[in-house]
């Protein structure tokens, strides 16, 4: 198995104890056998991989833990397509479920049971390419449920759970530097820092390839990756998902694709439309809203500007600074 030990190590960095690691490694040489004796996984093409997923799937054999032991492995191996691949099988895991339990608890069980009971929901493993059906369900039922107002609170929270620590330091940067522009300011430029690092030394950022030219795209832009404070409100201007080949493309509605960041939706853009309706851009809002909730220490307000399942280019947020806010 080539790199072992690597990817060992790599899954005890994760926390990983030697039972765990035993498991993701027959995961991988499972996964391995899969595959055409032709094909090594070192340069599998993603039909390929697709292939041995949906095998391993049929099998009952893909749950998260599988997923995300292939997704390490290809990390190792430097098999940046295949690592974002899998992380795009991994990344709708739980939200329609996660979304069903939130409505339940904002407008009650039975409200969530008649809108659930619209939608079936792909079993883990599935690609993502199997979600957006499931996700248009969904927000069709919600729209019917809710309205456009109520829709839109449900949906905009932080869905993946990110734990609040994870922004505790822009809460504690914000109050040292005393005024919010200035806050904007260096966020934006320690993003760009960070880009640049991975640029340099070819890594992935979360499940992106970044480049000389994307690093240059994002410092022209302080929305991107940062925030630009008007009046009472912040304007974030999302990074596209694949912004590498975002730059790349030439064709309009490619970009748009590969500008979305959300699993569940990126495939149903086509060019008669999105199959997903645009109020689910509501999601993406919230979990952009999140570091500003923390960093201002209460729940803000989040509203969709533009979006790309409604035909724009880039999608783009506007955050409403608390009134309580004493800051500058």
């Known amino acids: 198995m080539l790199k072992q030990a690597e990817f060992e190590d790599r899954c005890r960095v994760r926390g990983l104890d030697d039972a765990a690691v035993g498991r993701a490694l027959e995961t991988v040489r499972a996964f391995e056998r899969a595959l055409p004796r032709d094909v090594g996984l070192a340069d599998a093409p993603l039909a390929a991989i697709d292939a041995a997923l949906a095998s391993m799937s049929a099998a009952g054999s ?19 397509d295949a690592s ?3 992380l795009a099988y991994l990344l709708p895991v739980g939200v ?3 979304m ?31 979600y957006p059906a499931a996700t248009a369900r969904f927000v069709s039922a919600l729209l019917d449920e809710l309205g456009p107002e109520r829709a839109a609170k449900a949906l905009a929270w932080n869905v993946h759970g990110i734990p609040a620590a994870a922004f505790a ?18 966020y934006h430029d320690r993003q760009v820092a960070e880009l640049a690092r991975h640029a340099a030394d070819g890594t992935l950022w979360f499940e992106q390839r970044i480049t000389p ?47 979305c960041h959300c699993p569940l939706a ?3 853009i086509t060019a008669t439309g999105a199959g997903v309706d645009p109020a689910w851009c509501a999601c993406s809002a919230g979990y952009t809203k ?24 880039l999608c783009r947020f506007s955050i409403r600074v608390p009134a309580s806010y004493a800051g500058g």
């Open 84 to 86: 974002i691949r899998l």
């Open 213 to 259: 030219e994307v690093v240059e795209f994002v410092r022209a832009n302080r929305e991107i990756q940062g925030g630009v404070r008007v009046g009472d409100r912040i304007l974030v201007t999302k990074i596209p998902y694949d912004p590498d080949r975002f730059l790349k493309s030439g064709d309009a509605l490619e970009r748009r694709r590969l500008a």
């Open 290 to 313: 999140f570091m500003f909730d923390v960093a201002f220490g209460e729940e803000t307000e989040a509203e969709v500007l533009s979006s790309v399942l409604a035909g724009d280019p």
């Open 100 to 130: 069903g339990v939130r409505l339940g608890e904002l407008e009650g069980d039975d409200r969530a049971g008649r809108v659930m009971s619209r939608l079936s929901i792909p079993p883990v493993g599935s690609p993502p390419e199997a």
């Open 169 to 186: 330091a822009e809460r504690d940067r914000l109050r040292e530097l005393g005024s919010i522009d200035a806050w904007l300011v260096d």
């Open 266 to 268: 990126a495939s149903s």
């Open 62 to 80: 893909l749950d998260e833990g599988a997923l995300m032991a292939i997704a390490r492995y290809f990390a190792v191996l430097g098999h940046v």
């Open 96 to 98: 329609l479920e996660a």
